[in-house]
C-alpha cells in the first residue's frame, strides 16, 4: 500500500513537471515571437539633406504607418506657411511600398497652389513649415488619394513626399 501512494506522488510530481515544463516552453516561444515582430520595425526612409538640390530618398522600410508624420529635413529660417497660404514648393513622392518615385517636380518647374486645395497630408503637414525648409512627409492613404488613387499613384497607397518650401504667399 505505501508503494501504491508513493508511486501516485511521484506521477503526480512527474504530471506537474511536465504541465510547468510546457508552460515555460510555451512562454520561451512566445516571447521568441513578440521579439521577432520587435525586429521588424517602421524606419523612416534617409533623406538627403543639401539645400537647393533634389532629394535623394532612402527605401522605407517596416511596415507603413497608419497616421501622418512629419520630420523636417532642413529647418527654413523664411515666413511660416499657415492653412490659408499658398505655397510654392520643389517635391517628390515616392510608394512607401515599393520606394518607386510617381512625381516629382525638380524635373519641371516648382509646383504652386493654395494649400486648401492641396491632399489633406499637405494642408497638415505644411503649416508652419518655414521658407527654405525641406520636410519629410509619410502620408496614409486617408490623408492622400484614398482609395481612387490619382494618375500613376494606385489606390490605398502610403505616400512618402519630400518638400522644399520655396515661397508663401
Same mark, same amino acid.
Request: glycine share 10%; hydrophobic share 50%; net charge positive.
Given at each position: 500500500m505505501?508503494?501504491?501512494?508513493?508511486?501516485?506522488i511521484?506521477?503526480?510530481?512527474g504530471i506537474?513537471l511536465?504541465?510547468?515544463?510546457?508552460?515555460?516552453?510555451?512562454?520561451?516561444?512566445?516571447?521568441?515571437?513578440? $521579439?521577432?515582430?520587435?525586429?521588424l520595425?517602421?524606419?523612416?526612409?534617409?533623406?538627403s539633406?543639401?539645400?537647393?538640390v533634389?532629394?535623394?530618398?532612402?527605401k522605407?522600410?517596416?511596415?507603413?504607418?497608419?497616421?501622418?508624420?512629419?520630420?523636417?529635413?532642413?529647418?527654413g529660417s523664411g515666413?511660416?506657411?499657415?492653412?490659408?497660404?499658398t505655397?510654392?514648393a520643389?517635391?517628390?513622392?515616392?510608394s512607401?511600398?515599393?520606394?518607386v518615385?510617381? !512625381?516629382t517636380?525638380?524635373?519641371? !518647374?516648382?509646383?504652386?497652389?493654395?494649400?486648401?486645395?492641396?491632399?489633406? $497630408?499637405?494642408?497638415?503637414?505644411?503649416?508652419?513649415?518655414?521658407?527654405?525648409?525641406?520636410?519629410?512627409?509619410?502620408?496614409p492613404p486617408a490623408l492622400?488619394? $484614398?482609395?481612387?488613387?490619382?494618375?500613376?499613384?494606385?489606390?490605398?497607397?502610403?505616400?512618402?513626399f519630400v518638400v522644399?518650401l520655396?515661397?508663401?504667399k
Amino acid at each position: 500500500m505505501e508503494f501504491l501512494k508513493k508511486r501516485k506522488i511521484v506521477i503526480a510530481v512527474g504530471i506537474l513537471l511536465i504541465i510547468v515544463l510546457g508552460v515555460a516552453i510555451g512562454a520561451h516561444s512566445t516571447s521568441q515571437s513578440s $521579439g521577432k515582430a520587435n525586429t521588424l520595425t517602421t524606419e523612416l526612409p534617409s533623406v538627403s539633406a543639401t539645400p537647393g538640390v533634389a532629394p535623394v530618398i532612402g527605401k522605407p522600410v517596416g511596415a507603413a504607418p497608419a497616421s501622418l508624420i512629419s520630420k523636417d529635413i532642413i529647418v527654413g529660417s523664411g515666413a511660416a506657411a499657415i492653412t490659408s497660404s499658398t505655397v510654392t514648393a520643389q517635391y517628390v513622392v515616392m510608394s512607401w511600398k515599393t520606394g518607386v518615385v510617381y !512625381q516629382t517636380s525638380w524635373t519641371a !518647374q516648382p509646383f504652386t497652389a493654395p494649400l486648401a486645395n492641396l491632399i489633406p $497630408g499637405w494642408q497638415q503637414g505644411i503649416p508652419g513649415m518655414k521658407i527654405g525648409g525641406r520636410r519629410l512627409f509619410i502620408i496614409p492613404p486617408a490623408l492622400a488619394y $484614398g482609395a481612387q488613387g490619382a494618375g500613376n499613384i494606385p489606390a490605398n497607397e502610403t505616400l512618402v513626399f519630400v518638400v522644399d518650401l520655396l515661397a508663401v504667399k
